[in-house]
Protein backbone atom coordinates (compact mmCIF):
# COMPACT_ATOMS: atom_id res chain seq x y z
CA UNK A 1 0.00 0.00 0.00
CA UNK A 2 1.22 3.40 -0.42
CA UNK A 3 -0.26 5.80 1.52
CA UNK A 4 -0.67 9.80 1.03
CA UNK A 5 -0.49 12.06 4.59
CA UNK A 6 -1.48 15.38 5.37
CA UNK A 7 0.56 18.19 5.33
CA UNK A 8 0.09 18.54 9.41
CA UNK A 9 0.51 14.86 9.90
CA UNK A 10 4.12 15.90 7.82
CA UNK A 11 4.84 18.15 10.25
CA UNK A 12 4.68 16.68 12.94
CA UNK A 13 6.61 13.48 12.02
CA UNK A 14 9.15 16.32 10.30
CA UNK A 15 9.37 17.22 13.52
CA UNK A 16 9.82 14.55 15.69
CA UNK A 17 12.30 12.78 13.11
CA UNK A 18 14.19 16.61 13.18
CA UNK A 19 14.79 16.48 17.04
CA UNK A 20 16.99 12.83 16.80
CA UNK A 21 19.30 14.24 13.82
CA UNK A 22 21.88 17.01 13.30
CA UNK A 23 20.78 20.09 12.10
CA UNK A 24 19.58 20.07 8.30
CA UNK A 25 20.35 16.35 7.79
CA UNK A 26 16.57 16.04 6.52
CA UNK A 27 17.15 18.37 3.92
CA UNK A 28 20.12 16.94 2.75
CA UNK A 29 18.56 13.68 2.25
CA UNK A 30 15.92 15.52 0.49
CA UNK A 31 18.11 17.50 -2.00
CA UNK A 32 20.50 13.95 -2.35
CA UNK A 33 17.72 12.20 -4.03
CA UNK A 34 16.37 15.26 -5.74
CA UNK A 35 19.73 15.85 -7.10
CA UNK A 36 20.04 12.05 -7.98
CA UNK A 37 16.52 11.67 -10.21
CA UNK A 38 17.82 15.32 -11.58
CA UNK A 39 20.78 13.07 -12.81
CA UNK A 40 19.09 10.45 -13.95
CA UNK A 41 16.88 13.00 -15.99
CA UNK A 42 20.32 14.39 -17.25
CA UNK A 43 22.36 10.93 -18.51
CA UNK A 44 19.01 9.92 -19.94
CA UNK A 45 18.69 13.43 -22.49
CA UNK A 46 22.31 13.17 -23.40
CA UNK A 47 24.99 13.19 -20.11
CA UNK A 48 25.16 14.57 -16.68
CA UNK A 49 28.37 16.40 -17.09
CA UNK A 50 28.45 19.63 -19.42
CA UNK A 51 24.71 19.87 -18.69
CA UNK A 52 22.89 23.19 -18.20
CA UNK A 53 20.13 23.01 -15.52
CA UNK A 54 18.36 26.16 -14.36
CA UNK A 55 16.62 26.44 -10.31
CA UNK A 56 13.42 28.19 -9.70
CA UNK A 57 13.94 29.01 -6.01
CA UNK A 58 10.98 30.56 -3.71
CA UNK A 59 11.54 31.84 -0.27
CA UNK A 60 11.00 28.40 1.95
CA UNK A 61 12.58 24.92 2.35
CA UNK A 62 11.19 24.21 -1.04
CA UNK A 63 14.07 26.75 -2.43
CA UNK A 64 16.55 25.47 0.02
CA UNK A 65 16.20 21.66 -1.31
CA UNK A 66 16.57 22.61 -4.69
CA UNK A 67 19.56 25.03 -3.70
CA UNK A 68 21.74 22.03 -2.02
CA UNK A 69 20.28 19.66 -5.36
CA UNK A 70 21.57 22.34 -7.39
CA UNK A 71 25.29 22.30 -5.29
CA UNK A 72 25.82 18.74 -6.02
CA UNK A 73 24.76 18.55 -9.61
CA UNK A 74 27.57 21.83 -10.05
CA UNK A 75 29.81 19.50 -8.30
CA UNK A 76 28.96 16.71 -10.91
CA UNK A 77 30.48 19.36 -13.62
CA UNK A 78 26.82 20.68 -14.58
CA UNK A 79 26.61 24.31 -14.75
CA UNK A 80 23.55 25.58 -12.45
CA UNK A 81 21.53 28.40 -12.20
CA UNK A 82 19.07 29.95 -9.76
CA UNK A 83 16.85 32.53 -10.58
CA UNK A 84 15.39 33.56 -6.96
CA UNK A 85 11.76 34.71 -7.04
CA UNK A 86 12.33 37.40 -3.73
CA UNK A 87 16.48 37.34 -3.71
CA UNK A 88 16.34 38.46 0.02
CA UNK A 89 13.96 36.03 1.31
CA UNK A 90 16.32 32.66 -0.30
CA UNK A 91 17.43 29.87 1.60
CA UNK A 92 20.77 31.40 3.40
CA UNK A 93 22.29 28.24 3.62
CA UNK A 94 21.70 26.27 0.44
CA UNK A 95 22.43 30.15 -1.70
CA UNK A 96 26.06 29.69 -0.02
CA UNK A 97 26.23 26.17 -0.63
CA UNK A 98 25.45 26.62 -4.75
CA UNK A 99 27.68 29.13 -4.91
CA UNK A 100 30.58 27.28 -2.74
CA UNK A 101 30.21 24.36 -5.65
CA UNK A 102 30.54 26.86 -8.66
CA UNK A 103 26.55 27.52 -9.03
CA UNK A 104 25.29 30.91 -9.93
CA UNK A 105 22.88 33.13 -9.00
CA UNK A 106 21.63 35.07 -12.06
CA UNK A 107 18.66 37.46 -12.26
CA UNK A 108 18.06 37.05 -16.07
CA UNK A 109 14.77 34.30 -16.95
CA UNK A 110 17.02 33.81 -20.15
CA UNK A 111 19.03 31.31 -18.54
CA UNK A 112 15.63 29.21 -18.98
CA UNK A 113 16.16 29.16 -22.54
CA UNK A 114 19.28 27.14 -22.53
CA UNK A 115 18.23 24.99 -19.75
CA UNK A 116 18.57 20.81 -20.22
CA UNK A 117 16.48 20.67 -17.08
CA UNK A 118 14.20 23.25 -14.68
CA UNK A 119 14.04 22.49 -11.17
CA UNK A 120 11.02 23.93 -9.65
CA UNK A 121 11.19 24.48 -5.72
CA UNK A 122 9.15 27.48 -5.56
CA UNK A 123 6.90 26.32 -3.10
CA UNK A 124 6.34 23.16 -1.36
CA UNK A 125 4.08 21.74 1.20
CA UNK A 126 4.09 25.70 2.73
CA UNK A 127 2.12 26.56 -0.52
CA UNK A 128 -1.18 28.61 -0.51
CA UNK A 129 -3.39 29.23 -3.26
CA UNK A 130 -1.96 29.71 -6.80
CA UNK A 131 1.68 30.96 -7.75
CA UNK A 132 1.53 35.10 -7.40
CA UNK A 133 3.59 37.72 -8.96
CA UNK A 134 7.23 36.79 -9.44
CA UNK A 135 6.20 32.85 -8.17
CA UNK A 136 4.18 32.88 -11.26
CA UNK A 137 6.31 34.82 -13.84
CA UNK A 138 8.89 32.34 -13.33
CA UNK A 139 6.57 29.40 -13.22
CA UNK A 140 5.19 30.74 -16.66
CA UNK A 141 8.61 31.37 -18.33
CA UNK A 142 9.89 27.77 -17.47
CA UNK A 143 6.78 26.45 -19.58
CA UNK A 144 7.18 28.55 -22.46
CA UNK A 145 11.53 27.39 -22.50
CA UNK A 146 10.27 24.04 -23.10
CA UNK A 147 12.57 22.27 -21.27
CA UNK A 148 11.88 19.48 -18.95
CA UNK A 149 10.57 20.18 -15.66
CA UNK A 150 11.49 18.13 -12.21
CA UNK A 151 9.04 19.91 -9.67
CA UNK A 152 10.75 19.67 -5.72
CA UNK A 153 7.95 17.87 -3.47
CA UNK A 154 5.13 18.55 -5.22
CA UNK A 155 3.82 21.08 -8.81
CA UNK A 156 4.53 24.73 -7.02
CA UNK A 157 0.77 25.88 -6.97
CA UNK A 158 -1.28 22.91 -6.27
CA UNK A 159 -2.83 21.97 -3.13
CA UNK A 160 -0.53 19.73 -1.28
CA UNK A 161 -3.72 18.35 1.17
CA UNK A 162 -6.54 18.45 -1.52
CA UNK A 163 -4.85 18.13 -5.23
CA UNK A 164 -7.15 21.61 -5.83
CA UNK A 165 -5.68 24.19 -8.07
CA UNK A 166 -7.05 27.55 -7.63
CA UNK A 167 -4.78 29.73 -9.77
CA UNK A 168 -1.32 29.44 -12.11
CA UNK A 169 0.83 26.14 -11.39
CA UNK A 170 3.64 24.60 -12.54
CA UNK A 171 3.17 21.88 -14.80
CA UNK A 172 5.98 19.14 -14.08
CA UNK A 173 7.43 16.06 -16.08
CA UNK A 174 8.94 14.29 -12.65
CA UNK A 175 8.19 15.11 -9.42
CA UNK A 176 10.43 13.83 -6.58
CA UNK A 177 8.08 13.86 -2.94
CA UNK A 178 9.74 13.51 0.04
CA UNK A 179 9.27 11.22 3.39
CA UNK A 180 5.02 10.69 2.06
CA UNK A 181 3.09 11.22 -0.77
CA UNK A 182 1.11 14.35 -0.68
CA UNK A 183 -2.83 14.06 -1.44
CA UNK A 184 -2.32 16.46 -3.75
CA UNK A 185 0.04 13.64 -5.82
CA UNK A 186 -3.03 11.34 -5.94
CA UNK A 187 -5.87 14.15 -6.70
CA UNK A 188 -7.17 15.83 -9.83
CA UNK A 189 -6.60 18.51 -11.16
CA UNK A 190 -3.27 18.55 -9.18
CA UNK A 191 -1.92 15.50 -10.18
CA UNK A 192 -2.48 15.79 -13.43
CA UNK A 193 0.59 18.80 -12.94
CA UNK A 194 2.76 16.37 -11.28
CA UNK A 195 4.48 13.86 -13.96
CA UNK A 196 5.77 10.85 -13.37
CA UNK A 197 6.21 10.89 -8.97
CA UNK A 198 9.14 9.67 -7.66
CA UNK A 199 8.88 8.85 -3.73
CA UNK A 200 12.59 9.54 -1.49
CA UNK A 201 12.58 8.07 1.94
CA UNK A 202 14.35 10.42 4.49
CA UNK A 203 12.98 8.36 7.23
CA UNK A 204 10.00 9.97 7.92
CA UNK A 205 7.44 7.59 10.30
CA UNK A 206 3.78 7.87 11.25
CA UNK A 207 2.65 6.85 14.32
CA UNK A 208 -0.34 3.94 13.82
CA UNK A 209 -2.91 6.76 15.34
CA UNK A 210 -2.00 8.63 12.72
CA UNK A 211 -4.94 8.59 9.43
CA UNK A 212 -3.54 8.74 5.91
CA UNK A 213 -5.65 10.80 3.71
CA UNK A 214 -5.23 8.58 0.97
CA UNK A 215 -4.82 5.04 0.41
CA UNK A 216 -3.31 3.46 -3.13
CA UNK A 217 -3.35 -0.05 -3.53
CA UNK A 218 -0.58 -1.88 -5.05
CA UNK A 219 -0.43 -5.36 -6.79
CA UNK A 220 0.29 -7.20 -3.78
CA UNK A 221 -2.65 -5.70 -2.20
CA UNK A 222 -5.27 -6.22 -4.61
CA UNK A 223 -4.08 -10.18 -4.90
CA UNK A 224 -4.33 -10.51 -0.87
CA UNK A 225 -8.19 -9.04 -1.80
CA UNK A 226 -8.91 -11.27 -4.85
CA UNK A 227 -11.00 -14.20 -4.30
CA UNK A 228 -8.95 -17.68 -4.53
CA UNK A 229 -11.47 -20.81 -4.82
CA UNK A 230 -10.81 -23.70 -2.21
CA UNK A 231 -10.67 -26.94 -2.78
CA UNK A 232 -14.37 -27.17 -1.01
CA UNK A 233 -15.40 -24.25 -3.21
CA UNK A 234 -19.00 -24.72 -4.63
CA UNK A 235 -20.60 -22.47 -7.19
CA UNK A 236 -22.94 -21.07 -4.52
CA UNK A 237 -19.85 -21.07 -2.00
CA UNK A 238 -18.37 -18.75 -3.94
CA UNK A 239 -20.82 -16.10 -4.48
CA UNK A 240 -23.43 -15.76 -7.07
CA UNK A 241 -24.07 -12.33 -8.60
CA UNK A 242 -27.30 -10.76 -10.18
CA UNK A 243 -27.44 -8.08 -12.52
CA UNK A 244 -30.26 -5.95 -13.46
CA UNK A 245 -28.91 -4.16 -16.85
CA UNK A 246 -29.39 -3.08 -20.28
CA UNK A 247 -32.55 -2.54 -22.08
CA UNK A 248 -34.25 -3.11 -25.37
CA UNK A 249 -32.87 0.36 -26.33
CA UNK A 250 -28.96 -0.46 -24.50
CA UNK A 251 -29.01 -4.42 -24.96
CA UNK A 252 -24.34 -3.68 -24.99
CA UNK A 253 -24.60 -2.49 -21.54
CA UNK A 254 -26.33 -6.32 -20.58
CA UNK A 255 -23.62 -7.82 -22.69
CA UNK A 256 -20.55 -6.03 -20.96
CA UNK A 257 -21.83 -5.87 -17.31
CA UNK A 258 -22.84 -9.53 -17.00
CA UNK A 259 -19.37 -10.51 -19.29
CA UNK A 260 -17.20 -8.84 -16.76
CA UNK A 261 -18.92 -10.42 -13.88
CA UNK A 262 -18.82 -13.84 -15.11
CA UNK A 263 -15.49 -13.06 -15.05
CA UNK A 264 -15.08 -11.96 -11.55
CA UNK A 265 -14.32 -14.61 -9.31
CA UNK A 266 -18.04 -15.25 -8.82
CA UNK A 267 -19.63 -18.68 -8.63
CA UNK A 268 -22.55 -17.84 -10.87
CA UNK A 269 -24.53 -15.01 -12.34
CA UNK A 270 -28.28 -14.33 -12.53
CA UNK A 271 -29.54 -11.73 -15.58
CA UNK A 272 -32.75 -10.00 -14.77
CA UNK A 273 -34.29 -8.15 -17.72
CA UNK A 274 -35.76 -7.95 -21.39
CA UNK A 275 -31.95 -8.89 -23.30
CA UNK A 276 -31.05 -11.75 -24.52
CA UNK A 277 -27.76 -12.59 -23.14
CA UNK A 278 -27.81 -16.27 -22.71
CA UNK A 279 -27.31 -16.67 -26.59
CA UNK A 280 -24.14 -14.85 -26.09
CA UNK A 281 -23.25 -16.17 -22.33
CA UNK A 282 -24.83 -20.12 -21.98
CA UNK A 283 -23.13 -20.05 -18.32
CA UNK A 284 -26.07 -17.31 -16.84
CA UNK A 285 -29.15 -17.89 -15.56
CA UNK A 286 -32.16 -16.15 -16.69
CA UNK A 287 -34.42 -14.73 -14.37
CA UNK A 288 -34.09 -13.64 -10.52
CA UNK A 289 -32.83 -15.97 -7.67
CA UNK A 290 -31.22 -15.46 -4.31
CA UNK A 291 -27.86 -13.69 -5.18
CA UNK A 292 -25.18 -12.38 -2.53
CA UNK A 293 -25.13 -9.00 -4.75
CA UNK A 294 -27.08 -6.64 -7.44
CA UNK A 295 -25.44 -4.15 -10.01
CA UNK A 296 -28.70 -2.29 -11.20
CA UNK A 297 -28.64 0.62 -14.08
CA UNK A 298 -26.02 0.12 -16.57
CA UNK A 299 -28.12 0.87 -19.72
CA UNK A 300 -30.84 0.68 -17.97
CA UNK A 301 -32.61 3.78 -19.86
CA UNK A 302 -35.39 5.51 -17.72
CA UNK A 303 -38.48 5.37 -18.22
CA UNK A 304 -41.27 3.79 -15.73
CA UNK A 305 -39.72 0.17 -16.48
CA UNK A 306 -36.11 1.37 -15.41
CA UNK A 307 -37.53 2.99 -12.46
CA UNK A 308 -38.99 0.02 -11.54
CA UNK A 309 -36.52 -2.30 -12.01
CA UNK A 310 -34.32 -0.03 -9.66
CA UNK A 311 -36.25 0.16 -7.32
CA UNK A 312 -36.97 -3.67 -7.16
CA UNK A 313 -33.17 -4.15 -6.67
CA UNK A 314 -32.80 -1.32 -3.85
CA UNK A 315 -35.63 -3.01 -1.94
CA UNK A 316 -33.33 -6.57 -1.88
CA UNK A 317 -31.37 -6.64 1.64
CA UNK A 318 -28.31 -7.96 -0.22
CA UNK A 319 -25.45 -5.21 -0.97
CA UNK A 320 -26.17 -3.23 -4.70
CA UNK A 321 -24.14 -1.63 -7.10
CA UNK A 322 -25.79 1.40 -8.94
CA UNK A 323 -24.57 2.66 -12.37
CA UNK A 324 -25.11 5.24 -14.81
CA UNK A 325 -29.27 5.29 -15.61
CA UNK A 326 -29.78 4.05 -12.05
CA UNK A 327 -28.16 6.98 -10.68
CA UNK A 328 -29.87 9.32 -12.47
CA UNK A 329 -33.38 7.66 -11.75
CA UNK A 330 -32.43 7.68 -7.47
CA UNK A 331 -34.24 9.25 -5.01
CA UNK A 332 -32.00 9.81 -2.31
CA UNK A 333 -34.61 7.98 -0.03
CA UNK A 334 -33.89 4.84 -1.68
CA UNK A 335 -30.00 4.64 -0.36
CA UNK A 336 -32.11 4.10 3.04
CA UNK A 337 -31.45 0.27 2.96
CA UNK A 338 -30.25 -2.40 5.24
CA UNK A 339 -26.76 -3.70 3.22
CA UNK A 340 -24.43 -1.55 1.58
CA UNK A 341 -24.94 0.27 -1.30
CA UNK A 342 -22.06 1.41 -3.74
CA UNK A 343 -22.41 4.15 -6.74
CA UNK A 344 -20.12 4.57 -9.49
CA UNK A 345 -20.55 8.06 -10.99
CA UNK A 346 -18.56 10.11 -13.00
CA UNK A 347 -18.21 13.69 -12.70
CA UNK A 348 -21.55 14.28 -14.43
CA UNK A 349 -23.29 11.90 -12.52
CA UNK A 350 -21.77 13.24 -9.50
CA UNK A 351 -22.66 16.24 -10.28
CA UNK A 352 -26.71 15.67 -10.81
CA UNK A 353 -26.56 13.61 -7.54
CA UNK A 354 -25.40 16.58 -5.47
CA UNK A 355 -26.76 19.53 -7.23
CA UNK A 356 -23.57 21.04 -8.31
CA UNK A 357 -22.02 21.01 -11.73
CA UNK A 358 -19.72 19.14 -12.99
CA UNK A 359 -16.66 21.55 -13.32
CA UNK A 360 -17.50 21.77 -9.26
CA UNK A 361 -16.52 17.99 -9.04
CA UNK A 362 -13.63 18.06 -10.68
CA UNK A 363 -11.72 21.13 -9.06
CA UNK A 364 -12.78 19.45 -5.46
CA UNK A 365 -13.45 15.77 -6.26
CA UNK A 366 -11.55 14.55 -2.75
CA UNK A 367 -14.21 17.03 -1.04
CA UNK A 368 -16.88 15.81 -2.95
CA UNK A 369 -16.47 12.16 -3.19
CA UNK A 370 -16.87 12.48 0.81
CA UNK A 371 -19.80 14.57 0.63
CA UNK A 372 -21.61 11.52 -1.89
CA UNK A 373 -20.45 8.96 0.62
CA UNK A 374 -22.20 10.61 3.28
CA UNK A 375 -25.13 12.16 1.72
CA UNK A 376 -25.82 9.03 0.08
CA UNK A 377 -24.59 6.45 3.18
CA UNK A 378 -23.37 4.63 0.57
CA UNK A 379 -19.56 3.46 -0.75
CA UNK A 380 -18.64 6.03 -3.71
CA UNK A 381 -16.52 5.23 -6.61
CA UNK A 382 -15.94 8.50 -8.82
CA UNK A 383 -14.42 7.52 -11.54
CA UNK A 384 -11.82 9.36 -13.74
CA UNK A 385 -8.35 9.29 -14.74
CA UNK A 386 -7.44 8.82 -11.29
CA UNK A 387 -10.56 7.29 -9.96
CA UNK A 388 -11.33 8.11 -5.80
CA UNK A 389 -13.04 5.34 -3.84
CA UNK A 390 -14.75 6.85 -0.37
CA UNK A 391 -16.98 5.09 2.23
CA UNK A 392 -19.74 6.36 4.36
CA UNK A 393 -17.94 4.72 7.52
CA UNK A 394 -14.21 5.95 6.60
CA UNK A 395 -12.52 9.46 6.61
CA UNK A 396 -10.35 7.47 4.54
CA UNK A 397 -10.36 7.89 0.55
CA UNK A 398 -8.33 5.25 -1.69
CA UNK A 399 -7.03 5.82 -5.45
CA UNK A 400 -6.77 4.13 -8.06
CA UNK A 401 -3.45 4.44 -10.13
CA UNK A 402 -3.47 1.29 -12.05
CA UNK A 403 -5.54 3.02 -15.30
CA UNK A 404 -4.87 4.28 -18.73
CA UNK A 405 -6.96 6.79 -20.70
CA UNK A 406 -7.57 3.61 -23.02
CA UNK A 407 -10.12 2.75 -20.42
CA UNK A 408 -12.35 5.83 -21.97
CA UNK A 409 -14.20 4.16 -24.19
CA UNK A 410 -18.29 3.17 -24.74
CA UNK A 411 -19.03 0.59 -22.05
CA UNK A 412 -15.90 0.74 -20.06
CA UNK A 413 -17.72 1.59 -17.03
CA UNK A 414 -20.67 -1.29 -17.72
CA UNK A 415 -17.63 -3.58 -17.63
CA UNK A 416 -16.54 -2.03 -14.32
CA UNK A 417 -20.31 -2.57 -12.68
CA UNK A 418 -20.07 -6.10 -13.59
CA UNK A 419 -16.64 -6.36 -11.84
CA UNK A 420 -17.50 -4.93 -8.55
CA UNK A 421 -20.70 -6.45 -8.48
CA UNK A 422 -18.70 -9.70 -9.00
CA UNK A 423 -16.01 -9.51 -5.87
CA UNK A 424 -19.06 -8.02 -4.08
CA UNK A 425 -20.33 -11.08 -4.46
CA UNK A 426 -17.42 -12.90 -4.11
CA UNK A 427 -17.63 -11.45 -0.47
CA UNK A 428 -15.46 -8.43 -0.53
CA UNK A 429 -16.28 -5.57 1.69
CA UNK A 430 -17.95 -2.68 -0.24
CA UNK A 431 -14.78 -0.23 0.00
CA UNK A 432 -12.37 -3.67 -0.73
CA UNK A 433 -14.72 -4.30 -3.90
CA UNK A 434 -14.71 -0.75 -5.00
CA UNK A 435 -11.11 -0.16 -4.96
CA UNK A 436 -9.85 -3.84 -6.00
CA UNK A 437 -12.67 -3.52 -8.92
CA UNK A 438 -11.01 -0.65 -10.27
CA UNK A 439 -7.54 -1.68 -10.26
CA UNK A 440 -8.53 -4.65 -12.04
CA UNK A 441 -10.69 -2.46 -14.53
CA UNK A 442 -7.13 -0.36 -15.04
CA UNK A 443 -5.48 -4.00 -15.40
CA UNK A 444 -8.12 -5.30 -17.97
CA UNK A 445 -7.05 -1.83 -20.12
CA UNK A 446 -2.99 -1.55 -19.82
CA UNK A 447 -3.59 -5.50 -20.62
CA UNK A 448 -5.68 -4.92 -23.76
CA UNK A 449 -3.89 -1.69 -25.13
CA UNK A 450 -0.94 -3.70 -25.67
CA UNK A 451 -2.54 -5.23 -28.47
CA UNK A 452 -3.83 -2.03 -30.00
CA UNK A 453 -7.01 0.29 -29.81
CA UNK A 454 -8.82 -1.06 -27.18
CA UNK A 455 -13.25 -1.82 -27.30
CA UNK A 456 -15.07 -2.32 -23.64
CA UNK A 457 -15.49 -6.18 -25.14
CA UNK A 458 -12.01 -6.35 -25.14
CA UNK A 459 -12.09 -5.22 -21.59
CA UNK A 460 -14.18 -8.15 -20.34
CA UNK A 461 -12.35 -10.44 -22.88
CA UNK A 462 -9.06 -9.81 -20.56
CA UNK A 463 -10.57 -10.19 -17.27
CA UNK A 464 -9.01 -13.52 -17.04
CA UNK A 465 -5.53 -12.65 -17.95
CA UNK A 466 -5.51 -9.46 -15.89
CA UNK A 467 -6.94 -11.67 -12.93
CA UNK A 468 -3.99 -14.14 -13.37
CA UNK A 469 -1.01 -11.54 -13.65
CA UNK A 470 -2.14 -10.11 -10.49
CA UNK A 471 -2.29 -13.66 -8.62
CA UNK A 472 1.56 -14.42 -9.99
N1 LIG B 1 8.44 18.49 5.88
C1 LIG B 1 9.48 17.71 5.65
O1 LIG B 1 9.53 16.61 6.13
C2 LIG B 1 10.59 18.17 4.79
C3 LIG B 1 10.44 19.31 4.01
N2 LIG B 1 11.33 19.65 3.12
C4 LIG B 1 11.03 20.69 2.16
O2 LIG B 1 10.45 21.82 2.76
C5 LIG B 1 9.30 22.19 2.01
C6 LIG B 1 8.39 23.03 2.81
O3 LIG B 1 9.09 24.20 3.10
P1 LIG B 1 8.39 25.48 3.79
O4 LIG B 1 7.56 25.06 4.89
O5 LIG B 1 9.46 26.42 4.08
O6 LIG B 1 7.40 25.98 2.67
P2 LIG B 1 7.62 26.34 1.11
O7 LIG B 1 6.54 25.61 0.41
O8 LIG B 1 9.00 26.15 0.65
O9 LIG B 1 7.38 27.95 1.05
C7 LIG B 1 6.23 28.50 1.57
C8 LIG B 1 6.35 30.02 1.55
O10 LIG B 1 6.05 30.48 0.24
C9 LIG B 1 5.18 31.62 0.28
N3 LIG B 1 3.97 31.32 -0.50
C10 LIG B 1 2.96 30.49 -0.13
N4 LIG B 1 2.06 30.38 -1.10
C11 LIG B 1 2.47 31.17 -2.11
C12 LIG B 1 1.94 31.47 -3.39
N5 LIG B 1 0.77 30.94 -3.80
N6 LIG B 1 2.63 32.28 -4.21
C13 LIG B 1 3.80 32.82 -3.78
N7 LIG B 1 4.34 32.58 -2.55
C14 LIG B 1 3.69 31.76 -1.73
C15 LIG B 1 4.83 31.86 1.72
O11 LIG B 1 5.51 33.00 2.14
P3 LIG B 1 4.74 34.39 2.42
O12 LIG B 1 5.19 35.26 1.30
O13 LIG B 1 3.28 34.09 2.36
O14 LIG B 1 5.24 34.79 3.73
C16 LIG B 1 5.32 30.63 2.45
O15 LIG B 1 5.91 30.94 3.69
C17 LIG B 1 8.75 20.87 1.57
O16 LIG B 1 7.81 20.96 0.53
C18 LIG B 1 10.03 20.16 1.15
O17 LIG B 1 10.41 20.57 -0.16
C19 LIG B 1 12.59 18.92 2.98
O18 LIG B 1 13.64 19.82 2.93
C20 LIG B 1 12.94 17.98 4.09
C21 LIG B 1 11.84 17.36 4.77
N1 LIG C 1 -8.42 9.34 -19.21
C1 LIG C 1 -8.70 8.26 -18.47
N2 LIG C 1 -7.72 7.56 -17.86
C2 LIG C 1 -8.01 6.47 -17.12
N3 LIG C 1 -9.26 6.00 -16.95
C3 LIG C 1 -10.27 6.64 -17.52
C4 LIG C 1 -10.06 7.81 -18.30
N4 LIG C 1 -11.26 8.25 -18.74
C5 LIG C 1 -12.18 7.39 -18.26
N5 LIG C 1 -11.61 6.42 -17.52
C6 LIG C 1 -12.28 5.31 -16.85
O1 LIG C 1 -13.13 4.68 -17.81
C7 LIG C 1 -14.39 4.35 -17.24
C8 LIG C 1 -15.47 5.10 -18.02
O2 LIG C 1 -16.71 4.86 -17.44
P1 LIG C 1 -17.99 5.70 -17.85
O3 LIG C 1 -17.68 7.14 -17.78
O4 LIG C 1 -19.13 5.18 -17.07
O5 LIG C 1 -18.12 5.33 -19.40
P2 LIG C 1 -19.30 4.59 -20.19
O6 LIG C 1 -20.58 5.17 -19.72
O7 LIG C 1 -19.02 4.90 -21.63
O8 LIG C 1 -19.16 3.15 -19.89
C9 LIG C 1 -14.28 4.72 -15.78
O9 LIG C 1 -13.89 3.59 -15.04
C10 LIG C 1 -13.19 5.78 -15.74
O10 LIG C 1 -12.52 5.81 -14.50
K1 LIG D 1 7.87 22.67 -5.90
Redesign the pocket.
Known amino acids: MRYAHAVADVRAAERELMARLPEGALMQRAAFGLATVAADMLRDAGSVYGSRVALLVGVGDNGGDALYAGALLAGRGVAVHALLADPDRAHEGGLSALRDAGGRIVADAAVLDQADLVVDGLLGIGGRGGLRGEFARLAEAAHESGAPILAVDLPSGIEADTGEVSGPAVRADVTVTFGTHKPGLFVDPGASHAGIVEFVDIGLEFPPSVEPVLENLQVQDVRALLPAPGRSSHKYSRGVVGLAVGSERYPGAALLAVGAALRSGVGAVRYSGPVDVVSSYPEVIAGGGKVQAWVVGSGLGRDDEAVRRLLNVLATDVPVVV??DGLRLLPRKAFERSAPTII?P?AGEAAALLDVTAEQIEGQRLEYVRRLAQSYDATVVL???L?LIAGPQTSRVRVNTH???V????????V?AGIIGGLLAGGLSPYDAASAG?YL??AT?LLAARSGPVA?GDLVASLPLAWHNIQE
Open positions: DATHKGPTAGPLATAGSGDLAHGGA
